[in-house]
């Protein structure tokens, strides 16, 4: 069980305040630590939601990030499509272009058939333009179906394009909205933070020394209410010595186990 001193009350206190009436009985040093609990817990409510606020903050950057990462993908496959197509079409070019080619030869062979003089020669010449003409066939076989490769990857790069585009609007109307959400919470953030400013020089400076270092090494939780003999942050079974010397007020009580400060929410 960890202890912070706070101030004593005199003897004198003390016995007045029995002499007056035993179920009183309520030290100055009482009332003020009790006070300061309150502002505390006060501390807690606010800590909680600024911390709240930084977290998402931090998160939000991280949300537009995955995003854009998600949109440049799109794009990177997009562009992919793009290329495949310009892949096929250079391709579709060079076998029209060597099409043209094997017509010229074709065409010039046949035409040179006139001019041969032996039997032998013009069966030849006629066997070498049949292999052109085979040869012709294969390419323009190719051609048609580089047409039909053409046409599919046309239209699967036109329903990208189309997949991108809503993309696009969605991740900027996404990327708007984040962006208006960090200006809403960057302006309730001032207002707790201006809040909470005016509560600590309420709190005494070693009280809230101590509740900021747990706070912080906590996640935003420094101070938990005890919630069913148990501590609100961590769970921990309480003992019935550490409940009483949470009723006494004489010294601020934190759980031994997670370090945070407690208090009984009934007593306040």
């Not at 001193?5 to 030290?27: C, F, H, K, W």
């Not at 189309?162 to 809403?184: P, Q, S």
Request: glycine share 2%; proline share 1%.
């Amino acid at each position: 069980m960890a202890k912070v001193e706070g101030s004593s009350p005199s003897e004198s206190t003390i016995y007045n305040a029995l002499s007056i009436n035993q179920r009183d009985v309520m030290t100055v040093a009482d009332q003020n630590l009790k006070d300061q609990i309150r502002k505390l817990v006060e501390l807690q409510v606010m800590d909680e939601e600024i911390f709240r606020f930084k977290r998402e903050l931090r998160d939000k950057p991280v949300e537009v990030e995955n995003l854009s990462q998600e949109f440049e993908s799109k794009k990177v496959n997009l562009k992919a499509l793009e290329d495949q197509l310009k892949t096929i079409q250079v391709k579709q070019k060079e076998w029209e272009l060597d099409l043209k080619v094997k017509e010229e030869n074709i065409a010039k062979t046949d035409a040179s058939l006139s001019l041969i003089k032996t039997n032998k020669e013009y069966q030849a010449r006629l066997l070498e333009i049949e292999n052109l003409k085979a040869d012709k066939s294969q390419v323009e076989e190719k051609i048609l179906l580089g047409f039909d490769d053409v046409e599919a990857a046309r239209r699967a790069l036109e329903a990208e394009k189309a997949v991108v585009a809503k993309y696009e609007k969605d991740f900027n109307a996404l990327k708007k909205k984040i962006e208006d959400d960090v200006a809403v919470i960057n302006d309730q953030l001032k207002v707790k933070e201006s809040q909470r400013a005016r509560i600590v020089p309420e709190v005494r400076p070693d009280y809230l020394s101590r509740y900021e270092r747990v706070l912080k090494n906590k996640d935003g939780l420094g101070i938990v209410k005890v919630v069913d003999h148990s501590c609100g942050g961590c769970f921990m079974h309480l003992t019935e010595q550490v409940l009483n010397e949470l009723k006494k007020y004489e010294q601020i009580i934190a759980c031994d186990m997670c370090a945070r400060i407690l208090y009984l929410a009934d007593e306040l």
